[in-house]
């Protein structure tokens, strides 16, 4: 079996998605696209389309198969993401310093992690720097100014002011909750 995969008819699908004129195909949610059956369709028709017109009539009969993959939606981008912040997990389990946490992200900090690291146009292709950027690089910060020791639990929260993720302890974090109640 070869596999093979383009960006081709990238730009037209783009446009399907969210158009310059006219009326808008698609909703947004939280700055997510919201695709119905209808718009998958001539995502994919315009996608196979672009790939007829580029490739010669003799190549495409030789494909056994062309598949359009869907835009991804938010059931799918939270999926990535829970996938990603397991992967740091690992990391923080797996590292040679003797500083091992568990963190937890809040439903709000994944929201923001997921506005930041997706869009319409390139899916998640950013989430992983996202993470990187916000999670990864101050998580590493506090490790290096020991505010983070070995068997801490760090809960990692949205401050919607500052637009930014928060870090506390699980004594900082139960106090939070303490002075909130």
């Known amino acids: 079996m070869i596999f093979m995969t383009s960006n081709l008819g990238a730009s037209e699908m783009s446009n399907l998605i969210s158009p310059k ?3 808008h195909a698609s909703t947004l949610t939280n700055g997510n696209v919201e695709v119905d059956q209808e718009l998958t369709d001539k995502l994919a028709k315009s996608g196979i389309a672009a790939a007829r017109r580029k490739f010669t009539p003799e190549f495409m009969n030789r494909v056994d198969k062309v598949v359009a993959f869907k835009p991804l939606g938010q059931p799918e981008l939270r999926r990535i993401l829970d996938l990603e912040l397991g992967q740091v997990q690992q990391r923080i389990f ?10 937890t992200v809040s439903d709000s900090g994944k929201d923001f992690l997921l506005k930041e690291g997706t869009d319409v146009k390139y899916g998640a292709r950013h989430l992983k720097r996202a993470i990187e950027r916000f999670l990864v690089h101050p998580v590493s910060n506090l490790m290096a100014t020991d505010q ?6 760090i809960y990692v929260d949205l401050d919607s002011e500052r637009n930014s993720l928060v870090f506390a302890t699980e004594e900082e974090y139960l106090q939070l909750q303490r002075m909130a109640s």
């Open 21 to 23: 004129l006219g009326f």
């Open 94 to 103: 797996q590292s040679p310093s003797e500083c091992t946490f568990v963190f």
């Open 148 to 153: 983070v020791k070995s068997g801490d639990w």
